[in-house]
């Protein structure tokens, strides 16, 4: 008997996931707050959205088992301190950098897997992880750039990663019994005040002139880009999620290409060939997990 394959509502998910969240950045950019007050806005102007669509079925949505409340916890402190160091990364290092260390999760999350799973990548799996590493340093080699200068951005990029492997490391047990726009919605509770002390105390501009930037970032990252993502974490292993990271640097790329008239060169294009063979490569089965 044939194994089952991947759900393609799941593999569009995490595609549309990484293709709004890669606006993110152009947004902090954009946005005439400080870096983590501009996190914290991503936050509470999602949030209303986020708690009606929650319970517009099931009032009772909202109310978790008790065995969730530090999964939620954790996955949203996570969240808010990941959002908070990548967005002040942005702006101390090139977008270039900023894509590649906050996007650590693409190696962390699923070494995770494997590691949860107590078993070693089949042959398949070990190419597809090839040739995402191939692809991803096509994709950011040729306009990442390490030097003293960017070394704080740098690690405050890094540590953003991990901390979004810890994000999804506790939203995917999460999900294995809640559903996904109220997992968002719990998770994003958690992190909204944090997010708002940090930048108070870090004396950073909280109430911005123009808030088109940071309404964009709310509904395209926090609400389309975060929502899908949580919506993919219940259906997909971490192998495919953490593969489809990768994407971001192409969109990334793009959006400057069509913002900056920075052009793709054919190494970029390459990387997104190596790339998407890969999230094919590993999406075409289902992982023995599931």
């Not at 914290?40 to 949505?61: E, K, M, N």
């Not at 990663?161 to 809640?178: H, K, P, S």
């Amino acid at each position: 008997m044939p194994t089952p394959r991947t759900p393609r509502r799941a593999i569009v998910a995490v595609l549309g996931a990484n293709i709004a969240l890669a606006f993110g950045p152009w947004f902090v950019r954009m946005a005439d707050t400080g870096p983590v007050a501009a996190g914290f806005w991503r936050i509470a102007l999602a949030l209303p959205v986020l708690l009606i669509v929650a319970t517009w079925g099931d009032r009772r949505a909202l109310v978790p088992k008790r065995a969730l409340l530090l999964p939620l916890l954790i996955g949203g402190l996570a969240f808010a301190v990941d959002l908070g160091s990548w967005h002040i990364g942005i702006r101390r290092t090139t977008l270039a950098n900023a894509t590649l260390f906050g996007n650590c999760a693409v190696l962390i999350f699923p070494l995770y897997g494997f590691i949860a799973m107590r078993q070693w990548p089949t042959r398949a799996q070990g190419l597809a992880l090839l040739l995402a590493a191939i692809g991803g340093v096509l994709l950011l080699g040729r306009s990442a750039e390490l030097s003293s200068r960017h070394l704080a951005g740098d690690l405050f990029c890094l540590l953003a990663g991990v901390l979004y492997a810890v994000y999804f490391i506790a939203m995917r047990g999460v999900r294995r019994t809640m559903a996904p726009l109220p997992a968002l919605a719990l998770s994003s509770v958690a992190g909204v005040l944090p997010l708002l002390l940090l930048a108070i105390a870090l004396g950073e501009t909280i109430l911005p002139q123009q808030w088109g930037p940071l309404f964009a970032l709310a509904m395209v990252s926090q609400i389309a880009g975060q929502g899908l993502m949580i919506y993919a974490l219940g259906h997909l292993s971490p192998l495919v999620v953490g593969l489809a990271l990768l994407l971001q640097p192409l969109v990334g790329a793009t959006i400057g290409w069509l913002a900056y008239g920075e052009r793709l060169g054919p190494m970029d294009a390459a990387g997104a060939v190596l790339v998407a063979a890969a999230l094919v490569i590993v999406s075409a089965r289902r992982s023995p997990e599931r």
